[in-house]
Structures are given as structure tokens and as C-alpha cells.
């Protein structure tokens, strides 16, 4: 069979042709495979294409289908990474990830800043399978040095952390890892395809929810697996495709309409939530405003050096405390109060409350996410209408806290 190896492109025009399948019919925009099986042409085909696959051959949608493949191929050419595996949501792909390499007695270490559920799966379910886990700030590279010991299978971390955008410093844990013999599996939501480089800066694995700026319009979940032919077919899919966290084949082609804009998407929200940024910071209401952009923020150097954008987020600390964070979202016109994140739809957060309520009160103060601590995930609004709507409503939110003093 021939070999189907595509010219490396551009990003930008990978993500509007990459992996793409033509049917006979020739068809534009990419055609959806809305099929779980696949027919033979006779019984001896079937027992050949179950005994050994080729090259884009498919027997069930669980193990694979071609508008899924035609996804998987698309965002492995962007990421820059050999295979990808397509999942159900974001949370299969890390699970997905950490479950199919590790086995009990095995050592994972893990940045302490973490989404709730990544959270639940290291410190839940990865430990009452007997694996050992051990959480580090991710900031402090000392504290990655003393706990990433000689055999350490994996260390795990969110190169841009949810909700308080500290980032990681990608290339020097991957040193440190990889002295060790550890594999560095980079969850990289928050630093989207677009911005980051995790694969040239030393990630082995790169994971990411599609959920979130892929999908970028709020229409479905997804996630996916990056990262060596080796491990993503010989590792991540087996475990996969026979516990069932594969993605549909109608959400892949809702992600690869999705990947056709999320460059421009995300350069336009992160220019977005950069000026919101720079406008808030210093308000009288807010106790931090943090932003990867801001001289301010604690890693702005390694942002700039290491992702090509900042981020589409920003996160605000509310002096008041959860009164004002509650004022201050019930009294906004345009975000809308809900949890999810890289949406053209603005979109607030109050994490203590909602995506890290799980976390004990300890918890969620070594992370710095106090009671009023807001995450605005920005859209394509207008910036300036967008600036007008924070700003009213942080002043309502402040003064309300000195009239209740
Ligand atoms: C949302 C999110 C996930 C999980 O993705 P789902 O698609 O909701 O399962 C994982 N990691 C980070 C950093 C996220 O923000």
C-alpha cells in the first residue's frame, strides 16, 4: 500500500486540510461517517482485517472510524506529533493516558495545580489502584528535582493551570523527567494548540480536551491523546478502544470545523483578554488580576519565552471575597455565568463554588483560588463592550462591599 505521508504544512493550513478523506462523491467539507461498523466483502476479508488493520482500514468506531481518524490525523499534524487518538471528552484522554502506561508500585509526579476531575483521577483513582503519586508546586523546579526519582514512570502537569494560569516550565521539567526516565505527559488545555510548542519543548505526551478551543463554539465534548506512533497505538489505544472513551464520529467532524478557525479564534480572543487585563489591572475591587501578558504575573518571562500568545483567560481575585465575586457576576450583561472555557461566548467562573468545589479548604489555598477568586474565559465580543460591562460591574461589586463594611 502506498505510503499517505502529506507534505508538512503550516499549522494554519493543516487545520483547515489536514487527514483529510475525500469520499467518491467529492465532497468540500469533510464527510461524516456516521457508522459504528464497517462491511466485508467476504468472510475471509473480515477474519484478514481483524488479524492484522491497514493503512486506513477500520472494523469498529470504538477502535476507530474515518472522520475520527481524519480529526486525529489533522491535530497530530498541528501538534507536530507522530499519532493522536481521538477520546470522549477531555477527562477520557487523561485518564486515558495515565491509566494505559501506569500499573501499581508505579511512581507519577504531578504539578499540585490542577483542574478538579485531572485532580480526582491522580489523587482518587490512580492511588486506590495502588499507583504511587506524589503532588509538587509545578512553579518550583526544586520541588520537581527532589520528587521526580530515578524510576519515576511519569510526571504530569497543565502547562497554563486551571483556573490560576500559573505556567510551567515545559523544557525544564522535561530535563528533569527524562534524567530521570520518566515520560512528561502535558495536559494542554489552557495553552491551546495555537500558542503552545509543548512537543519541542520535551513533552512525550501531549493531551488536551477538545472541548474547549478546538470545539471552541460549545457544542460538544471531546479530547485527544498526542504524541509517538509508539505510544499512542501501542500504548493509549489498546486501553482505549477496549474500556470505550472514543469519541463520535459526528463530534469529530463538529471539532474539525472546529480546528478550520481556531487560530483565528484564539489570537483574537487572547488579544481580547489581554486588553480586559491590562484595563482591570489595579481596580480598587480586585486583589490580583492575573494574566500570562502582565508584567505582574509571577512567570511572564517564561510565558513569553515559551508560547507564542498569552492566554484567552483571565483570572481576578475579588477583594470582597465570594459577596463581591457573587455581586460581581450576577451583575455583568454579557459573560455568562457558567463553567466552560475557550467559547466565543464569554464566560465566568466562581472555581471555589463550582469547578474546584471538591477541594478541601486547605487545598484550594495552597492554590490561591480564594472565595473570590473569578476565571473569565474571553470571547469574540467586542473587547471595548466587554471592558465597559467589567469595569461597571467590579465598581457595583466594590462599592457594595464598603456599604456592607
Ligand atoms: C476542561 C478540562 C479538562 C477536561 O476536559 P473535558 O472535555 O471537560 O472532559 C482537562 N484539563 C483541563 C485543564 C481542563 O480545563
Redesign the pocket.
Known sequence: MAERRPPKRHPRTTAVHGGTRRSRYGEVSEAIFLTQGFVYDSAEAAAGRFEALGEDEFIYARYGNPTTATFEERLAAIEGTEDGFATA????A?SGALMSMLKAGDRVVSSRAL?G??LYVLEEVLRRYGVEVAFVDGTDLDQWREAVTPGTKAVFF?AVA?PTLEVIDIAAVAGIAHAAGALVLV?N??ATPVFSDAVAQGADVVIY????HIDGQGRA???AILGTEAFVRGTAEPFLKHTGGAMSPFTSWIMLKGLETMDLRVRAQAAGAERIARALEGHPALRRCIHPALSSHPQHALAARQMEGASTLVSLDLAGGRAAAFAFLDALEIPLISNN?GDAKSIITHPATTTHQRLTDAQRGVLGITDGFVRLSVGLEDADELIDDLVGALDSAGSRRVAAE
Open positions: 471528552s477531555g477527562m477520557a487523561v483542574f476531575s485531572c497543565e486551571n495536559d488545555v489552557f480536551s477538545a472541548t474547549k465534548l471531546g479530547g472555557l
